[in-house]
């Protein structure tokens, strides 16, 4: 055998092992996703007596008809209210502060850049109780305001930082073709910077629509009535005193995931937009 040829059988050999780990990670890694799958297809009667690893072997749609009944349709319009409404907000606020910051060079606007930035390392679960007392003395308690406007206010900070960046690179020459023509200020917003921040802006929605969607806190703190309640506190509906029903828990996971993974395949090509732009200004 020639060393060409000793090379290759090699390369051959070293490419196999890699894809068998590669395959043997891949189910590792997605195996939890498959027993959530599984399990909200098994039934709740004996559920923890057979093998909960494996597939069932009678599987039944009785969970999902379950939560449907009891209330879930309410608390995804609750979840989608206010998520939708909070991500609308977030952009449209950042995107207009991200171009003065970038565009209007004061101290004034560098002091509130920085501020942001601060802003970035307050833990939310620090500030839980200053918010709840400011919303219950604005009369926002247990209302769909008092948890869209603190979920805008902990989302503005991050997607500003990423926007002036993707605002930084934008070339000079656009803004000065652009005021050549007779645009005012919101004519460049509204016809350069808009068009052009679409991959950014579609990065941040998805970013803060997960944030927004899976937020805890907000809704266990600042509601009380089942009338408000989100889809992270319906999973509380199934648990007993004694008992936790498994199956009807997953059944609820898997449709909450649902809207995440739609959106994520809906955006998906706006991401890898965004990241390619990211990478480009960066070797820039």
């Known amino acids: 055998m020639t060393v060409a040829e000793n090379w290759h059988v090699r390369a051959v050999i070293n490419r196999a092992i890699v894809g068998v780990l590669a395959v043997l990670w891949l189910l590792f890694s997605f195996y939890p996703i498959f027993y959530v799958i599984f399990s909200s297809f098994h039934p709740q009667q004996g559920f923890l007596l057979g093998n909960v690893w494996l597939p069932p072997a009678q599987p039944t749609l009785n969970n999902f008809s379950d939560i ?14 206010v998520s939708v409404t909070s991500v609308i907000c977030i952009a449209a606020f950042s995107l207009a502060a991200s171009y003065v910051l970038v565009n209007v060079t004061t ?3 560098r002091t509130i850049f920085n501020i942001l930035l601060i802003a970035l390392a307050i833990p939310l679960q620090s500030l ?22 603190p979920s805008i206010a902990f989302g503005l900070p991050l997607t500003i930082l990423i926007l002036v960046n993707f605002l930084r690179d934008i070339p000079r020459e656009l803004y000065q073709a652009m005021e050549i023509d007779g645009l005012g200020e919101y004519g460049i917003l ?14 941040v929605a998805v970013y803060q629509f997960i944030n927004v969607w899976n937020n805890f806190l907000f809704p266990l703190v600042l509601t009380e009535s089942a009338n408000m309640r989100l889809l992270p506190l319906a999973i509380v509906t199934f648990e007993g005193l004694h008992s936790i029903d498994v199956p009807g828990v997953m059944a609820t ?4 995931a649902l809207p995440l993974i739609v959106g994520y395949i809906a955006a998906r090509r706006s991401l890898l937009r965004s990241l390619a732009s990211g990478f480009a200004g960066g070797s820039k």
């Not at 209330?71 to 989608?80: E, I, K, L, T």
């Not at 996971?253 to 909450?256: A, D, G, Y």
């Open 68 to 81: 449907l009944l009891a209330g879930f349709v309410r608390y995804f319009v609750n979840s989608a209210a």
């Open 107 to 109: 101290r004034l606007s």
């Open 128 to 149: 839980i109780i200053p918010i709840y007392i400011m919303v219950y003395h604005l009369g926002l308690y247990d209302s769909y305001s008092g948890l869209i406007l």
């Open 190 to 203: 509204f016809q350069l910077v808009v068009p052009l921040s679409v991959p950014a802006l579609v990065a």
């Open 253 to 256: 996971v898997v449709l909450s």
